[in-house]
């Protein structure tokens, strides 16, 4: 599939909602790490993350991270490599169907490293998770303040991941340094869409 064919949907396993790590361990075992196992992240990892940082919590629609007026501008994009559950490939995340939808068949993580001021650690994790933000959702309520919400929630997303991750046993570094073109296209995004920022996840060495 392509992005801009018709797109293959793959279910992902149910989140978990109890956890067994006290939070206050989750918060206190919160560090960047940047060395990584060459071991993709198994489906239900990948859920469970993702969950975490948009999942759907409420019967009402609403999600993980709070968004102001609930209008919810983020839409979140997994870089993976080739692993026994899932293959190479970008997938957009679909909140409400807990699913992902293939956007383009290839390991990328490569492409987004270069984009990424070569910063060649990012290749090795398991998961390259870009949040892009279509501000226009947010800004048709709140103007031009709209933008800081928007960075706002972003940051709400992530930390819901770097910590989703300590109690999975996986690592996680946020970057912010890339170029916004560059990964732009590598994603495919649709033109309302930019690149806000990313995670690396992935397990530790």
């Known amino acids: 599939m392509t992005a ?4 293959a949907r793959i279910a992902l396993p ?3 909602r109890e956890g067994r790590i006290p939070l206050e361990c989750v918060v206190g075992g919160r560090r960047s790490v940047r060395d990584f196992k060459d071991r ?3 489906l239900p990892e990948l859920g469970q993350v993702l969950w975490a940082a948009q999942g759907v919590s409420d019967p009402a629609g609403l999600r993980t991270a709070p968004s102001a007026g609930a209008l919810y501008p983020l839409e979140l994009y997994s870089i993976v490599g080739t692993s026994g559950d899932l293959e190479a490939g970008i997938y957009h995340y679909l ?4 699913g992902l939808e293939l956007w383009v068949k290839g390991d990328f993580r490569a492409e987004f490293a270069a984009a990424a001021l070569m910063q ?3 290749k090795r994790g398991g998961l390259i998770l870009v949040l892009a933000a279509a501000y226009g959702r947010t800004e048709v309520k709140y103007g031009d303040r ?3 919400y928007v960075a706002i929630e972003a940051g709400h997303a992530v930390q819901n991941v770097c910590l989703q991750a300590v109690a999975l046993g996986l690592g996680t570094t ?3 340094a890339f170029h916004d073109e560059a990964v732009a296209r590598l994603l495919r995004l649709p033109a309302d869409q930019e690149p806000v920022t990313s995670v690396v996840v992935g397990h530790p060495v």
């Open 4 to 7: 801009e064919g018709i797109r």
């Open 14 to 16: 149910e989140a978990d």
């Open 146 to 148: 709209g933008r800081r």
């Open 95 to 98: 909140p409400c169907r807990h």
């Open 120 to 122: 060649e650690w990012t």
């Open 174 to 176: 946020e970057v912010g």
């Open 40 to 42: 993709a992240l198994s």
